[in-house]
């Protein structure tokens, strides 16, 4: 048997897309995955690494809504404890543990976080219990947690650690360990190594309906944006893992779906790392729930609200009352207030809850559900982005039930992602990499931090055109290299894709990504082939996004704000 029959090519450009797609509708599949972020991405990597026959199809880009605006945290959910959720914090911990020493060290690193205390006896005993019991599940998994055990800190250990505190808004606190991660690049990964097990993946194609024998599902009707084809592609199994799109989902089957989900929107804000001093992360009770401060390179991540949202799903808006509440917020405990001013990012997302009695998205289930919502259709819905390698495996446990034939077991718990293998060895050689190429050790350091050992593949770019090297304008944390490497490699098909995604850009820069849009796009053309008009037309749909969700961040409720960003158009091949 050749190599070529094992494994696929690790790249996802254009031609693998064209390739995966001529594979699926060539012939039938044992398990059709509708949804490509980190649910959806993860089914396919289970089911191809069991052996079956397995096709993956994302509507817009990989990880385009929930996955790629999340807080970014790779937690147990500490807040859960409260709600008496043990089982899901004990999953979520072990799940933590193996993703930072297993599945991908190099894109999940630990972050230490500070709850501040403000009543000195009773509140330290319980919360510093609630702790303990938190590090005590995260031993549970039969390997360490992979992060240190909380401690207690005096009120001057706090100020040490926290200089940019308001005095008079602790008595003390208490530290712990979580981990976090760049959500957008760990599903693009996770989308990659899918492929590279032999998974045929392809971004950019909506399923417009499904196709059925009697009462049972057989395959799905597919749209490529793309193109403008339409499609059918055969399964004995479909997987329906949209998130908050479930429901509309199921609907196209023609049947009432056995539970509903409901869209929360969780806004973050992004300010710059000086414009207050600690050694650590917060963590801080709000009224309705918890508000992350969250060190992220040059920056920090501050979110997130937790509101019902019945709008459009595709680009949930930010409005000027969700900026205020958390700048509100965590000027409680600052001494130095941040203002609109210092916010140099925003971004909006939707968790997609279970919907259940409570009117409150925050008290809704984080717990997931996996059913057979007729023959041939499995829905995953629910859960966390943390337990997403628990949710696919229980998805295609499902699928694989009502194959013919005994199907392996799940095996995703000794997986690593592509760039993992080799990664601390990487990592050891950093300086000779940076002096090798006359880089900043810094630089070596974001690379392997973002790909890993693949970060070889971005040194062959800059090889063969040593001018990828240069940062990109307004985006110093970015090289040209990326821009490319985006196109041939991880699927990225639009600006948007680069700029929002493959990097973080668009949230990162002080002008979300308008000086860096030009050479990106260009930069991008070379690679795919666009002309001079395709490049003028990526650069005008990525900038009127921009301007449509500044305009969108200054309005004062969901509606006005969601009725500003739909004037943002959308790509369309004609």
């Known amino acids: 048997m050749s190599p070529a029959s094992v494994t696929r090519s690790n790249k996802l450009g254009p031609e693998e897309r064209a390739a995966a797609l001529a594979n699926m509708r060539a012939k039938e599949l044992d398990v059709l995955v509708i949804g490509g972020g980190i649910v959806g991405t993860g089914a396919a990597l289970d089911a191809v690494t069991r052996g079956l026959r397995t096709g993956m199809l994302e509507a817009r880009d990989w990880a385009s809504g929930t996955s790629s605006r999340s807080s970014k945290l790779v937690h147990g959910g500490i807040r859960y404890l409260e709600q008496l959720d043990f089982p899901l914090v004990r999953e979520a911990l072990i799940e933590r ?55 207690h800190l005096s009120r001057r250990q706090v100020l040490r650690a926290a200089p940019s505190l308001r005095h008079d808004a602790f008595v003390g606190g208490l530290s712990y360990y979580d981990a976090q991660v760049d959500d957008a690049r760990y599903v693009a990964t996770l989308a990659r ?76 804000l992004v300010v710059p790392r000086d414009r207050f001093h600690s050694k650590l992360g917060l963590l801080l009770r709000t009224e309705k729930s918890v508000l992350f401060v969250i060190p992220w390179g040059r920056h ?29 917020h965590v000027n409680e405990v600052l001494s130095v207030p941040l203002t609109r001013d210092d916010v140099e990012g925003v971004f909006a997302g939707l968790r997609p809850l279970l919907a259940g009695e409570s009117d409150e998205t925050s008290k809704l289930s ?7 919502a007729v023959p041939g259709l499995v829905v ?104 490319v ?46 002309d001079e008009a395709r490049v003028e037309r990526e650069l005008a749909l990525y900038l009127a996004r921009v301007e449509a969700e500044l305009e969108s961040q200054r309005q004062p409720d969901d509606e006005s704000a969601d009725h500003i960003r739909r004037q943002a158009p959308e790509f369309s091949p004609n």
């Open 300 to 328: 920090w991540l501050i979110g997130t609200t937790d509101t019902r949202w019945t709008l459009d799903k595709a680009h949930p808006a930010a409005t000027a009352a969700d900026i205020d509440y958390i700048l509100e």
């Open 366 to 372: 984080r717990e997931h559900v996996v059913a057979h």
């Open 193 to 268: 190594t899918a492929s590279f097990y032999g998974a045929h993946v392809a971004n950019r194609v909506k399923v417009v309906g499904f196709v059925k024998v009697g009462q049972r599902v057989v395959g799905v009707k597919a749209h490529d944006v793309e193109t403008g084809e339409d499609f059918e592609i055969m399964a004995k199994q479909v997987v329906n893992a949209t998130g908050v799109w479930t429901d509309e989902t199921q609907a196209m089957v023609g049947e009432r779906g056995q539970f509903k989900v409901r869209a929360s929107k969780g806004v973050h």
């Open 380 to 483: 995953v819905a629910g859960g966390k982005w943390t337990t997403y390698r628990v949710m696919a495996k229980d998805a295609i446990d499902e699928a694989a039930a009502a194959l013919d034939g005994r199907t392996a077991e799940s095996v995703t718990e000794n997986i690593g992602l592509l760039g993992a293998e080799g990664y601390q060895a990487a990592w050891n050689k950093r300086g000779k990499i940076a002096r090798a190429f006359g880089v900043h050790k810094y630089r070596v350091e974001r690379l392997l931090d973002r790909y890993g050992v693949l970060t070889d593949e971005l040194l062959d770019l800059v090889r063969a055109r040593p001018e990828l090297l240069e940062p990109l304008p307004g985006a110093d944390d970015y090289i040209g290299a990326e821009v």
């Open 97 to 151: 543990g193996l993703l930072l020493q297993r599945i991908a060290p190099h894109l999940v690193k630990p972050v230490r976080f500070l709850y501040p205390l403000t009543q000195p006896l009773v509140e330290r005993a319980y919360v510093g219990a609630g702790m303990l019991l938190y590090d005590l599940f995260s031993y549970t998994g039969f390997r360490t947690p992979g992060v240190p055990h909380h401690r």
């Open 485 to 530: 490497y985006a196109a041939s490699h991880e699927g990225a098909l639009h600006l948007d894709d680069v700029l929002a995604r493959r990097t973080r850009i668009s949230i990162e820069a002080w002008d979300r990504g308008v000086a860096a849009a030009p050479v990106a796009a260009r930069l991008m053309g070379e690679e795919l082939g666009w």
